[in-house]
């Protein structure tokens, strides 16, 4: 299992930015995709999630991004995209992909919990700043 996480950069407050996480050797169909972040001195929190398409679950996001970040899943490209608007100093760190084989559908705090996840892809650092 490896997944590949992309697209991370330096932007102005306001810009936006499209994370990708693919996968590569496993179909990402059957696994529940999360997105985390770690910030200087803090811990890594759990920004969204997308669940496994055999759960029957849909992309979940924390309270903190809900209104401007979105994700998705392309299961052509065995990829998930958290798709970044309105972006804020705040949002700065860097963002993780991770996976694991989920068939159901838990709650939101589980699935956006570091400790659910054992496949975790490298970072990708994201800088919001003038």
């Known amino acids: 299992v490896q997944l590949q996480a992309s697209g991370g950069g330096l932007v102005q407050p306001g810009g936006s930015l499209r994370l990708s996480c693919a996968a590569s050797?496993?179909?990402?169909?059957?696994?529940?995709v999360g997105w985390f972040r770690q910030a200087p001195g803090k811990e890594r929190e759990g920004v969204s999630c997308?669940?496994?398409?055999?759960?029957?679950?849909?992309?979940r996001l924390a309270d903190s991004v809900k209104d401007r970040f979105s994700i998705s899943r392309d299961n052509a490209k065995s990829t998930v995209y958290l798709q970044m608007n309105s972006l804020k100093p705040e949002d700065t760190a860097v963002y993780f992909c991770?996976?694991?084989?989920?068939?159901?559908?838990?709650?939101?705090?589980?699935?956006?919990?570091?400790?659910?996840?054992?496949?975790w892809g490298q970072g990708t650092q994201v800088t919001v700043s003038s």
């Open positions: 991770a996976t694991e084989p989920l068939s159901l559908l838990y709650p939101s705090s589980y699935e956006m919990s570091d400790v659910t996840y054992n496949y």
């Open positions: 997308m669940p496994s398409s055999n759960s029957g679950g849909t992309g």
């Open positions: 050797g496993f179909n990402l169909d059957y696994y529940t």
